[in-house]
């Protein structure tokens, strides 16, 4: 349990929200991490003097903004930071520490796109279209964003009409209308068993019951797959074929063929996360190019040109399309259209293209640093990926890793926040290589972690 007591006394209202605003700003330094497990309500209550029905509404508060979760007998722990809203980890008014390596949120590297849009923006607000944008728009986007859209699903493989394409607000936002069109309160959704944290949030959110699938270094293994069929009776498979976040593995293209065709047996819909699927320079067809008519693909513009883009693309079979209207109405009404003529513009321009090869380049280029300062480590990663996963040697542990770390103002997350159930495979830990400054940064930060894991558990001492 992580010893915190936060400290108050500058931190004006209720004590309650002070509380919550306080281990906000701690997560947001490294002070805190995903996967800490916070005092129980009476020691921190014994602590700041107050009472337990304080520290219970300052939790609850906490909880509501996402920055942590809790389950009976387990405790409070930390959410993992991709499940986190930035409005609660905003460093802008805080005093973050120059040399501070966060290496725990998956951002691809900041490259051209500011300038980019600092260009776009100006095109747009000379053309005729600001009305437009202003307007409401149909459900699925307008028929120009849509085209685009289609376009771009192109160049992952995908061969669709624009009328087979919804513009999303996001891959998050293109994975919680999938869920809503194709599920009920109470299904059952398999996915790999260590995952993309905010597919545990959706489940949640959605009251949807998650089990994980064991898997390989090829990604979901087949016979676990059709294990859980039997067993769970599952309405849908959430997957990441291509670079699994955390893991970066990329499933063949048989393997996605063992896996559509078990899909099908079982009438199981296949939800195809390819967020990632634009960074590598070779990859194996989309699931839903084998099994079209039973996968919804979606897919954004995040983790390829950059992450406040939010915008993205969704292609379910014709059989969802009024579902997903009514999905998207009830959450969010359209996608933002400024955001969608962004993307439109830079699509048809081909300068999304371009931002996208930049940023293959560059993860080849960071990947390069990795094996220059973590050779022999247990690594698994790619060579297009900003992400990769490191099993600790033994002795270590993962939450004492990253407390060391933490101390030497690096920031990861651990296994914990993507395991899908109560069994932690392994001590293990998501390093995200995108948010560096730069090559120097990356390296700098990356040799601390090489150092700490040289040292043993309990000699690793913060250097000041």
């Known amino acids: 349990m992580t010893i915190w007591t936060p400290d108050l006394s500058t931190l004006q209202g209720p004590r309650y929200l002070a509380i919550a605003d306080a281990l906000a700003a701690d997560l947001a330094l490294g002070q805190l991490s995903p996967g800490d497990q916070l005092p129980t309500h009476r020691d921190l209550a014994y602590r700041l003097g107050i009472t337990v029905g304080t520290v219970s509404r300052a939790y609850a508060e906490a909880h509501r903004r996402g920055l942590i979760t809790g389950e009976v007998g387990r405790g409070t722990y930390i959410q993992g930071r991709e499940t986190i809203s930035s409005q609660y980890l905003d460093l802008t008014n805080l005093e973050v520490p120059p040399d501070l390596y966060d290496f725990g949120l998956n951002l691809p590297a900041k490259g051209p796109a500011r300038q980019a849009l600092a260009d776009m923006l100006g095109e747009i607000s000379l053309s005729n279209v600001l009305d437009t944008l202003l307007d409401y728009q149909p459900d699925a986007g307008m028929r120009r964003h849509r085209t685009a859209g289609a376009k771009w699903l192109a160049l992952g493989g995908l061969d669709v009409t624009p009328d087979r394409v919804t513009v999303t607000n996001g ?80 499933m063949p293209e048989q393997r996605r063929r063992d896996i559509a065709a078990i899909a099908l047996a079982h009438g199981m819909t296949i939800l195809e996360d390819d967020v990632y699927g634009l960074l590598p320079s070779n990859r194996p067809p989309p699931i839903a190019t084998i099994a079209p008519d039973i996968t919804i693909y979606i897919t954004g513009l995040s983790k390829s040109i950059a992450p406040g883009l939010r915008l993205g693309y969704l292609c379910a079979p014709v059989r969802f399309a009024d579902n997903i209207g009514t999905a998207i109405r009830g959450d969010c009404r359209m996608a933002t259209p400024l955001m969608a003529e962004i993307a439109t513009r830079w699509i048809e321009s081909g300068r999304a293209q371009s931002m996208c090869e930049w940023q293959r380049q560059e993860a080849v280029c960071r990947q390069a640093v990795v094996t220059e300062v973590l050779s022999g480590m247990d690594i698994e990663t790619h060579p297009n990926s900003y992400h990769l996963w490191l099993t600790l040697p033994e002795p270590w542990r993962a939450g004492e ?64």
Request: proline share 6%.
């Open 171 to 250: 891959a998050q936002n293109g994975m919680m209308i999938s869920f809503a069109a194709t599920t009920r309160p109470g299904d059952t959704v398999l996915t790999e068993f260590i995952s993309y944290p905010g597919i545990k949030e959706a489940a949640s959110l959605l009251n949807l019951r998650l089990v994980g699938v064991a898997m390989d270094e090829f990604g979901l293994r087949p016979d676990a797959l059709e294990n859980a069929c039997a067993a769970h009776r599952p309405k849908v498979l959430y997957c990441i074929p291509t670079l699994q976040n955390p893991t970066s593995r990329t």
């Open 401 to 464: 890793f990253i407390s060391q770390l933490r101390a030497r103002k690096v920031v990861l997350l651990g296994a914990e926040a993507f395991v899908v159930g109560r069994d932690q495979p392994t001590h293990a830990v998501r390093i995200c290589i995108g948010s560096a400054h730069n090559l120097d940064h990356l390296r700098d930060g990356l040799t601390i972690i090489a150092e700490t894991l040289e040292t043993s558990p309990h000699s690793a001492r913060p250097i000041v």
